[in-house]
């Protein structure tokens, strides 16, 4: 294995991401030490109405590197790992919930001159892979789809560099559930539990204007689920933990939620 990572360094030019071994994008020593739980990560402060967020690790060290070198490097190779760090994220939330039956795992949408510019959603196919892995796992507790159902408005600028309310006035509105997929998934589904995805949870304001989103189409959302969460300084951060108060799309803090019915919101006139 030794001899055939020194020829891939050589031919290809690759490395480990983690620790800059010739070979592999991950080698067995640093995949060997991911996470391999996952646990609630609420941002400081709590976006108000915010479901519970599950994230495997804080945004740091080697998780950090796998997601830039798969976000930002074009590493695609890294995507299933990423999957499968996500997975743990998405089961930790329905394993608190006690759900079972049909799982629709919502991914935050990438804006669309990010997918022109890379030629992928990166957010997608690693939630496609965190699909595959909460099926395998999940020993016949869950039916689990992958629902792109959300779209971006145009207007949404990059998020890196933005402070708090700059990040909370550029997603304000910023999000869409298609109704056209929400009808043929209901054909298809009927009722399920809702887990919205994403690679890093920041601020919270990207996967709360999910939950909003979902919630004018008629659909509450269980829980969110990211690979990492950006741990702020305690100087930086104001009141943290578990919001005391409920929105009116939130049903429960904690996830006790029955399964949604996936019919569009009525709209009205």
């Known amino acids: 294995m030794a001899g055939l990572d020194g020829f891939r360094d050589l031919i290809l030019g690759g490395s480990c991401v983690g620790c800059a071994a010739p070979g592999r994008l991950l080698c067995g020593t640093c995949l060997a030490s991911l996470p391999d739980e996952a646990s609630p990560h609420w941002p400081s402060p709590v976006p108000e109405g915010l479901r519970v967020p599950y994230a495997v690790a804080p945004y740091d060290g080697l998780v950090r590197d796998l997601v830039i070198g798969h976000k930002e490097r074009n590493l695609v190779g890294l995507r299933d790992v990423l999957g499968s760090l996500l997975a743990l994220a998405v089961l930790a939330a329905l394993d608190a919930s006690d759900v079972r039956g049909a799982v629709l795992l919502v991914p935050v949408p990438s804006r669309a001159a990010s997918v022109r510019s890379r030629g992928r959603d990166a957010t997608l196919d690693v939630t496609e892979r965190a699909r595959r892995s909460v099926q395998a796992r999940g020993s016949g507790r869950y039916e689990v789809t992958l629902a792109p159902l959300l779209r971006s408005r145009p207007g949404v600028r990059d998020q ?99 399964a949604s019915s996936l019919s569009p919101a009525p709209r009205h006139h």
């Open 160 to 258: 890196a560099g933005l402070d708090l309310d700059e990040r909370r006035d550029n997603l304000s509105g910023s999000m869409a559930c298609s109704s056209g997929r929400l009808r043929r998934l209901a054909r298809r589904v009927g009722s399920a539990h809702v887990v919205v995805c994403d690679d890093v949870l920041t601020t919270g304001s990207t996967v709360r204007e999910a939950q909003r989103a979902l919630a004018a189409a008629g659909v509450p959302t269980l829980a969110h689920a990211t690979v990492a969460a950006t741990v702020r300084r305690r100087s930086e951060a104001g009141p943290g933990g578990p919001p005391g108060g409920e929105a009116a799309d939130s049903p429960g803090v904690h996830g006790e939620s029955s």
